[in-house]
Nanobody
Framework: AMGLVESGGGSVQAGGSLRLSCAAS????????LGWFRQAPGKEREGVAG?????RTIYADSAKGRFTISKDGAKLTLQMNSLKPEDTTMYYC?????????????????????WGQGTQVTVSS
């Protein structure tokens, strides 16, 4: 089974940037839907950005214009700019290795079967 390991989290001031990386133990097939998700304590996991089965990038409204998701071989990256205190939480990368996801589905965490352990992002005001 493909393992996923996130890195790049940390603490920054509001307006700063962080670059999260997700390394896969195996080559990430170009057809695998991939995504970045986040989950605050006591809240549901939510999609931040994703790449659907056709390679299109999809962003949550909260991430549009600030975050960029990209894929290169066995690495998935999330570039986060103009960070806000409300972006503070754990971030997870995920892959859906069993089938295709449409652009309307790629931010739904229930449709993913491979998850990393998470990396903490803290943004101070």
């Amino acid at each position: 089974a493909m393992g996923l390991v996130e890195s790049g989290g940390g603490s920054v001031q509001a307006g700063g940037s962080l670059r999260l990386s997700c390394a896969a133990s195996a080559y990430i097939s170009l057809t695998y839907p991939l995504g970045w998700f986040r989950q605050a304590p006591g809240k549901e996991r939510e999609g931040v950005a994703g790449i659907d089965s056709d390679g299109r990038t999809i962003y949550a409204d909260s991430a549009k214009g600030r975050f960029t998701i990209s894929k290169d071989g066995a690495k998935l990256t999330l570039q986060m700019n103009s960070l806000k205190p409300e972006d503070t939480t754990m971030y997870y990368c995920a892959a859906a290795t069993y089938g295709r996801l449409l652009d309307t589905e790629v931010l739904d965490p229930r449709l993913y079967n491979r998850w990393g352990q998470g990396t903490q992002v803290t943004v101070s005001s």
